[in-house]
Each structure stands twice: as structure tokens, then as C-alpha cells.
């Protein structure tokens, strides 16, 4: 099945647009976290459990392992999801990019190591760096677009005078690519941080119904309801709200994990409240 289809069907059966985020911080973790062979794994473990029916995905951010060498334990934990909840699609937060030769060792690192349904990429190298990665049709390759951080737009909005757009601004020109050139397998997302509903609610009109991955809600400060309202479709989905820190570290006690649900029901309501679908509803 392809990446797109699987997200449809988890956007369905969970009636949600949250995407928990798996950066696992050991300094915040509980004392009894702390140490220990596969702390890391055993932490995302009690996470998921918590909050499993409340998610249309989950991202791992793969700094978070490897800074620790903790590779396997990213590994065992991309493995528990895919054989305890097969129905829920697995990203990972790699933002690679590079020339086409170590590319399509990114490309093994991401789909046949940790065998993952989509991945984060940096379109600033151009097509032959993102193409490997779309060569897997039925992988999502999600392009980074307008980032949620503060410096994005030093690169992102410089205005394009020499191509054949008409002075529009990088990230729009990289929504135009990723919904034409880049989309030959239709594997093609975005990614759109919630901290930019105006931008959001601009590329959401260039490129259709292409879903964005948004972090930046929680932590960051993203407007929940600005975002559901500039970048959902016309069903009330299209997007996968991303948080991470506000939700694994709700609490750092024996609690963590429950508390960590609580937020991720209380993100999904907020979100869900936003919703066409869930409007006209009411
Ligand atoms: O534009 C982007 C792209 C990726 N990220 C990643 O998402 C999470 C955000 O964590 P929070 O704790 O919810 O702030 C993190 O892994 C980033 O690397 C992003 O923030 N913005």
C-alpha cells in the first residue's frame, strides 16, 4: 500500500491528525529511566502504549539515537510499532539530502534498516538528490518547505527572480516543484510548520490536497486552530500535526506516560475541534 493510502486509512481509524514525536531526552527522563540497557527503547515502549489510539503516526527524530549511538534502540523501537500497531505509519525526522550516490545510501538507511513509511529530505541540493528517494513509489518523501523555526525565512522567503516564477519565494517554489516534477510516483508531502498559518494556507492553494507534515504545534508555540483552519482539505484532513516535547515530558515522575496521554488527548480534541468535518458536525 502505498504512503498516502496508509495515512488515509490511519487519519480514519484514529479520527486524528496527531503525530507524536519521538525525540527522547534521558535528561528528562524519569529517575527510573535514567540508565539502563535500552532505557531509550523502553521509554518510547511506554509511550506508544499510552497513546496508540490517539495518533495518525509517529516520528522518530533520528538525531536523538544517534547522537547516543543508540541506533538500535531506534530500530527496536520502529520494529515494536510496525509488529504491535502495523496500522500506524512510522516517520522518520532525518532531513537528508546529498548527491545521488550517498543519497541512495540515505535511501537504504531509512527504508530497508529501519523500515520506515516515509521520511523527512532537504530539497536545497535539487531533484537528483531527492530523486532516489521517490524512486521508492510507495514510501512518502516528505520535502521540507517552510520550517517552524525562526530562521526559516532567511532562506525560505528570498524572493526567486531568475526562474521561470514569477519573484515568488523559495518555499513556494519548492511546493511547485514537489507537487509536479518531484510528484512523478505521487509520493511527494510537505513539510509546513504551525507556526506559519499564512504560509501554510498559501502553498495548501498551490498544491492541492498533498498532505504536510506540521511540526512546531506544542513546544514551539504553533497556533493549533490557525493551522487546522489554513491547511486542512476539504474532508478535515490533510495534515500531520506534529509534537514532541510538550507531550513526552508532560512529566517527569513514575506518571510520565499517562501524563504524557492526557496531552496527546487534549492536543488531538483542540485539533479535532478545528475540523470541517467535525464542524459541520456539530
Ligand atoms: O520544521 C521543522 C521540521 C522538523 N522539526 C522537528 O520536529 C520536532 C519538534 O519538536 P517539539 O518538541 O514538538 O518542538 C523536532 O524533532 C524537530 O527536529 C521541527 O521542529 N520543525
Not at 531506534?74 to 522518520?92: C, F, Q, R
Not at 474532508?235 to 492526557?262: C, K, M, P, V, W
Request: hydrophobic letters at 40%; glycine letters at 6%.
Amino acid at each position: 500500500m502505498s504512503f498516502i493510502k496508509q495515512l488515509q486509512a490511519s487519519w480514519q481509524s484514529s479520527d486524528s491528525l496527531l503525530c507524536i514525536g519521538l525525540d527522547p531526552d534521558m535528561e528528562r527522563f524519569p529517575k527510573s529511566l535514567a540508565s539502563g540497557a535500552d532505557n531509550i527503547f523502553r521509554f518510547n515502549q511506554a509511550i506508544i502504549d499510552a497513546t496508540h489510539d490517539l495518533v495518525c503516526a509517529y516520528k522518530p527524530q533520528i538525531a536523538y539515537f544517534s547522537a547516543l549511538g543508540a541506533e538500535q534502540q531506534l530500530e527496536k523501537t520502529i520494529a515494536y510499532i510496525k509488529s504491535n500497531y502495523p496500522h500506524i505509519p512510522v516517520i522518520l525526522d532525518a532531513k537528508r539530502g546529498d548527491i545521488g550516490s550517498t543519497a541512495t545510501q540515505y535511501v537504504k538507511e531509512a527504508f530497508v534498516r529501519y523500515q520506515v513509511d516515509a521520511v523527512t529530505v532537504n530539497p536545497y541540493m535539487g531533484f537528483d538528490s531527492v530523486k532516489p528517494f521517490l524512486d521508492y513509489q510507495d514510501k512518502g518523501v516528505i520535502v521540507l518547505c517552510k520550517t517552524s523555526n525562526e530562521g526559516a525565512s532567511q532562506l525560505q522567503e528570498v524572493r526567486l527572480q531568475q526562474t521561470d516564477s514569477d519573484g515568488e519565494p523559495v518555499y513556494e517554489y519548492i511546493a511547485q516543484l514537489a507537487a509536479t516534477e518531484w510528484n512523478f510516483n505521487h509520493n511527494c508531502l510537505l513539510v509546513m510548520g504551525a507556526t506559519w498559518p499564512e504560509q501554510v494556507a498559501k502553498v495548501r492553494s498551490i498544491v492541492g490536497d498533498m498532505p504536510f507534515l506540521v511540526p512546531g504545534a506544542g513546544a514551539q508555540g504553533g497556533d493549533v486552530g490557525s493551522i487546522v483552519k489554513a491547511g486542512q482539505t476539504a474532508d478535515g484532513t490533510g495534515l500531520i500535526i506534529s509534537a514532541s516535547r510538550s507531550i513526552l515530558y508532560a512529566s517527569n515522575h513514575a506518571d510520565f506516560a499517562e501524563a504524557a496521554r492526557t496531552q496527546a488527548e487534549a492536543l488531538k480534541q483542540a485539533i479535532n475541534s478545528h475540523r470541517n468535518k467535525h464542524a459541520t458536525a456539530v
